[in-house]
């Protein structure tokens, strides 16, 4: 999508028409993961992207790790051998764990210490070398997802110098999950339109008062009065200005994934109120141009959180395998279940693919 602001890339890291959306290879659903100590929250993020299609078959295909040159950490290897692991194991379930090298010892003994007691060797060391997580007991699956991408796509860029930023949006990771965001700001004296627009690799939506989905995401690309503190500066009044801003879903990412906010932002109290969601959804009516064909999306992972509070309680996911089936995955249990069951969850994150 290139709009207003927007610079074509200089290269292309991957290219495009080699991701494949669909399984190459359908198989029985993967192994379990052990829980190594308040770590279901990681063990959700894992196995939802273990079972994103065009990620797995990339990873699947060592396409990283055989022209990887990284020295120390690398997030997209510590991924490919763990879906390799998870997918192609014998064993009802299996250990998450990284090949770290280089450690600092002493910091490591230091957080180990402070931040994860229950934690041991290598897992505990890839949460820290992986940079922009928090360390938390218990730790947030969203919190967590985000911080994963963004080390996996450091890894993509390593060894590439004087990439520029519209050429680091070419990776494999950024070719699935990346969208565009545009913000549309109408100038309530002078009616001057101003575009901007942002990459995002998820969606954070607020749910307070939202029944389903579809109303929150109603919701999200509402027009939105800014006045006050929020006072725009508007380019032909030349001065701070009332104004309409209106969000809009640009360009489609191939995998769309949607935060579920349950924090409330005033009391941080867990909002737990039924928030329904289709199995398939049209990405059309919230986009920047609402005319044209139905941007169809199949829902493939949905990650649960149960407990009373936002800092306390238990993750688990529900996973649709290469086979067509869906399967509830809580630590080391992998159960089958229906599309019914499902739908009726009280959802945190949604994964839906192209």
Known sequence: AIGKGMNPPRK??????????????KRRPGAGLYNLGSTCYLNVVLQCLTYTPPLA???LSRQ?????????????????AHVRKVLFSSASAIRPRAVIRDLKCKQFQVLQQVFFPSLRGELLTSFLVIGEFKPDIPGDAYEFLRCTLSAMQ??????S??????????TIIHQIFQGILRSRITCLSCRTVSDFYMAFLDVLLKIKGASSLTTALEEFVKPKQMDGKKCF?????????????????HHEPRVLTVCLGRADERTSRKISQVVEYPEFLDLRPYMSDTAGEPLLYSLYAVVVHS??????GHFFCYTKA?????????????????????????????????
Request: a positive charge.
């Open 154 to 159: 450091r890894s993509c860029l390593s060894g």
């Open 161 to 170: 110098s004087d990439v520029d930023i519209s050429s680091q949006t070419t």
């Open 57 to 59: 078959n990339y990873l």
């Open 233 to 249: 500066k508007c380019s032909k009044c030349e001065k701070k200005v009332a104004a309409s801003k209106r969000v809009t879903i």
């Open 322 to 354: 290469s086979n067509g089936q869906w399967y509830q995955m809580n630590d080391v249990t992998v159960d089958s279940c229906g599309i019914h069951t499902v739908l009726g969850q009280q959802a945190y994150l949604l994964f839906y693919a192209r």
């Open 307 to 312: 407990g009373h509070t936002c800092l306390e």
């Open 64 to 80: 990283h790790s055989r022209f990887c040159h990284q020295q120390g950490f690398c997030m997209m290897c510590i991924m490919e």
């Open 12 to 25: 292309i890291i991957f290219p495009p028409e080699k991701i494949c959306m669909d399984w190459r290879q």
